[in-house]
Each structure stands twice: as C-alpha cells, then as structure tokens.
C-alpha cells in the first residue's frame, strides 16, 4: 500500500464514535471490534471464540466460552461489563449444535456474564467469514447516563 493510501484526505469522511480495542488484542485493519458512542451505547462487531493469537477451540460450546469471554473483553475496554448488555444476536452455522447441550452453554454463558440475560436472537447461517468459527455474536451495551 503506497503513502498516499495511508494518508486519510482532509475531506474524508472519519469515524465519529470511539473504536474500542482491548489492548493486547491485535489491531483490527478496516474495521472496529467495537464503537462506543458519546451517549455510552456500546456496539460490537460480530465476535468469533479466537483467542488473541487467533486459535479456536473445539466445539460450539468451546468456541461460544470463548466469545462471550471476549464480549466481556469489549465491553471492559469501554467501560462496561455484562449488567450494561441490551442485546446479543447469535449467528450460528448449525442450530443443532447450538441445542445440542443447553447446560453446558448455560454454564459457559453464567461463567462470564452472570445471570445478566439481555435480548437476544440466534440465526442459523451457511457459515461465517473465519472457516473455523461456529459460532459470531454481536452485542450492545449501554452504559447509564450519569
């Protein structure tokens, strides 16, 4: 990539909400893990069960421990923590799996949030952009005005 693309143009359009990366994480290139807006609404992108050297564990429940740990990653890097959660929106690439063992994703999900249960809505997909990911969860999170 030549300098010139680096170089934003002063008439460019930038992001007006704070990108949020937890640091150690690697920094994304061309999108945000998160974006915190000035009224404290917290939104993520979809989130994968990688660790921060990008391996995934096996399993949908595995995978699914390890994404909510890294909402939770998100979420302190603003700020936040699991009682600020609104909404969780599941994609997931195979919904049997996804029911295949509701106490052991319970436990998983209790582990990091608690008994914190904001909306949510899970959706079966043909398969995520990372080929190893079973499960990507998107969050929202609003911190109190105050």
């Not at 998160?34 to 660790?51: E, F, N, R, S």
């Not at 209790?110 to 997909?125: I, L, N, Q, S, Y």
Request: proline share 8%; charged share 25%; with cysteine.
């Amino acid at each position: 990539m030549s300098d010139l693309e680096k170089t934003p143009k002063p008439d460019e359009p930038r992001l007006l909400h704070e990108a949020v990366c937890p640091q150690g994480w690697p920094q994304p290139k061309g999108y945000a893990n998160a974006v915190m807006t000035d009224g404290g609404i917290i939104y993520t992108g979809g989130l994968v069960g990688w660790d921060r050297e990008g391996r995934f564990p096996q399993g949908f429940v595995a995978q699914a421990h390890q994404t909510f740990r890294n909402i939770r990653d998100v979420l302190e890097a603003a700020g936040a923590g699991p009682e600020h959660l609104t909404r969780l929106t599941w994609y997931v690439t195979s919904v049997e799996d996804y029911l295949a063992d509701p106490k052991g994703l319970g436990r998983a999900y209790r582990d990091v949030f608690g008994r914190c249960f904001p909306a949510m809505a899970t959706v079966e997909v043909t398969r995520l952009v990372e080929p190893e990911a079973v499960v990507e969860i998107e969050a929202t999170a609003v911190l109190p005005r105050g």
